[in-house]
């Protein structure tokens, strides 16, 4: 998948996403999410507002909010959430088939959605298969940034393997587990690590 457009992944899986939180009751968009700070009703705001968002709109809203990117963020969540969660889910379907987006890679994108639907799903109990090869192509991105979420950084000295696919990387005691889970702690979700295995473990979470 790497020499390939991410759209047709990003927009299948913000769809199934939508289609998973139809039946949410109100009480239960106000769980936290595996996002920080934020529930879940507030982190699909976001997916929204990311889908929504140009270069252009970027920089004049990013000026706007004194060059504070956390304030300009909060500001976008807080407008795309609307007055319900009905409306949160029905401003996420307007957008879910959008390709405009923030400066960035493509690849970031991609790895928006995968991470922010499993910061969503996992604490509301909602299982899903996300494809292999969208999960390894985010993690080989993410494996050499530090930006945002410093990913490159948390893995240094390790070795990471997937159990469930042929992907590996770096060097230095072993840390395994399914691909999905390598992807979200190299991305600083801790709520995975009871996923994971090996003597590089120890070392990971007190990154994590």
């Known amino acids: 998948m790497a020499n390939t457009s991410p759209w047709p992944t990003i927009h299948a899986e913000r769809t199934a996403l939508a289609a998973d939180l139809e039946s949410l009751t109100d009480k239960r968009w106000d769980t936290p999410s595996m996002c920080e700070g934020w529930t879940v009703r507030e982190v699909l705001g976001h997916m929204t507002a990311t889908a929504a968002m140009t270069k252009g ?32 889910l029905g401003r996420f379907k307007e957008h879910s088939l959008s390709t405009t987006h923030p400066p960035g890679p493509l690849d970031s994108w991609l790895g928006e959605t995968l991470v922010h639907s499993e910061d969503i799903r996992r604490p509301l109990g909602i299982s899903h298969s996300y494809p292999l090869d969208a999960v390894t192509r985010v993690a080989d991105f993410y494996k050499g ?64």
């Open 57 to 88: 709109k970027f920089f004049v809203k990013l000026i706007g909010s004194g060059f504070r990117l956390n304030a300009m963020s909060n500001k976008e969540v807080a407008r795309e959430i609307g007055s319900s969660p009905a409306d949160t």
């Open 145 to 208: 940034s530090n930006l945002l979420i410093g990913g490159k950084k948390r893995i240094a000295g390790l070795t990471l393997r997937a159990t469930d696919a042929d992907w590996s990387t770096g060097t230095g005691p072993e840390v395994a587990g399914p691909a999905f889970s390598l992807m979200l702690v190299i991305a600083g979700r801790p709520a995975v690590l009871d996923d994971l295995s090996g003597e590089g473990l120890p070392t990971l979470r007190v990154r994590t």
